[in-house]
């Protein structure tokens, strides 16, 4: 009795190799404009849309029995590279609080132990 495996051609799959393209996208727009709100909102927007694709795959593949080696595999992917990111964007700027995303110095002259991202 063996039961056929589901393919892993369908939506939980596709939504979480969508998340793992919102990624960089995310990542980008956070680095664009870190100080201007349109691309904070747009960044913002971005990652709401990635972690609802994570609500609506699990939901799916739990709902349909659609739970594939692949969706093992890249789904806990996803969540950390989604997850990760902001949280080391997050700590980055708190240990620095004078620190620009895209410098290398920190604060004025480049304060010892400032961590920039």
Avoid: H
């Amino acid at each position: 009795m063996s039961e056929d495996k589901p393919s892993n051609w369908n939506v939980p799959n596709i939504l979480t190799v969508i998340r793992i393209i919102l990624v960089p996208v995310y990542v980008a727009l956070m680095f664009l404009g870190p100080d201007q709100f349109t691309w904070r909102l747009a960044a913002t927007i971005v990652f709401t849309v990635a972690m609802l694709t994570d609500l609506a795959d699990g939901y799916i593949a739990r709902r349909y029995n659609l739970i594939t080696d692949f969706g093992k595999l890249w789904d806990p992917i996803a969540d950390k590279a989604l997850t990760g990111r902001p949280s080391s964007r997050s700590a980055s700027s708190a240990s620095c609080p004078g620190c620009s995303p895209s410098s290398s110095w920190c604060g004025s002259g480049g304060s010892p132990g400032c961590v920039s991202a």
